[in-house]
């Protein structure tokens, strides 16, 4: 089963468990760089209830360092192919650039998850994201940025945003049923902007397509409780549990077991 017709089976949320085999992650740079312990928290993470194995080989936290894409490609591809081999669960790579995606899909990645919805342009690489996804079935995921944070009014040009990055995976004929969409909490967004749109994810969610919610750990919850990068877990159970009740769909997480316990109470009381 892929990526889109498991999100579309019933309504029960998704969990996305994160594997950052990067050296610089704001929550776990350097924890899973070998593929050895890399396959070790992917066992656990499946065995707490991950649906989807989401593999990052550059930061994007502020300040992050840029990775030329031949490195990304070796941090990741080979984490791919063997979770691919030995595990029977969906995998997402978390990039944004074209070559890297072409790489990963090769390797095994059913879904390709852009922080860039589509827009980034890689230099000297001549072909676009959009070009890599058509010659494929593999899902993507629409995230909210720009390089800026000139808004006008503030949710309404958020969701403009993200109907461009619809309108560039259309014109390149990927369906529908491939897209997912992510309102990008933590880019190119205050912790006031973050808060509102998670009081307005509704407006996203009714957009159309199936809503991931990366929220773990990030700034606005450590900003809001006033509390570092390891004491966020409640704040983040807190944050999905609201966003499964405006619609959410797909929750990007560290801690696995946990949010899964209280998803899944939350969706048990929703649909009782």
Not at 48 to 72: K, M
Not at 237 to 257: E, P
């Amino acid at each position: 089963m892929n990526f889109a017709d498991r999100i579309r089976k019933d309504d029960k949320p998704v969990l996305m468990g994160i594997l950052n085999v990067t050296p610089d992650s704001f929550s776990d740079g350097g924890k899973y760089n070998d593929i050895s312990t890399a396959l070790k928290h992917v066992e656990e993470m499946i065995n707490d209830g991950a649906d989807v194995i989401d593999v990052g080989g550059e930061s994007t936290r502020p300040g992050y360092t840029y990775v030329e894409a031949e490195e990304e490609i070796e941090r990741v591809c080979p984490v791919i192919e063997r979770i691919k081999k030995e595990f029977d669960i969906q995998v997402s790579l978390d990039t944004y650039k074209a070559s890297v995606a072409k790489a990963g899909l090769i390797s095994g990645a059913d879904i390709i998850n852009d922080v860039h919805g589509l827009k980034w342009k890689e230099e000297n690489v001549p072909f676009t994201m959009a070009d890599v996804l058509k010659e494929n079935s593999a899902g993507i995921i629409l995230m909210h940025n720009r390089d800026n944070m000139d808004y006008k009014v503030f949710t309404e040009d958020v969701i403009s945003d993200l109907n461009e990055s619809i309108a560039l995976a259309k014109n390149a004929g990927i369906a529908d049923d491939r897209i997912v969409l992510d309102p990008g909490i933590g880019f190119a967004k205050t912790l006031e902007h973050n808060l509102k749109l998670m009081k307005e994810l509704d407006k996203i969610c009714n957009m159309g397509y199936p809503v991931l919610l990366g929220i773990s750990r990030k700034s606005m919850i450590g900003l809001t409780l006033d509390l570092p990068k390891d004491e966020r877990e409640e704040g983040t159970i807190a944050s999905n549990v609201y966003g499964l009740t405006k619609g959410c769909r797909i929750f990007r997480v560290h801690d696995v077991k946990k949010n899964r316990r209280a998803l899944d109470m939350t969706y048990a009381i929703m649909n009782s």
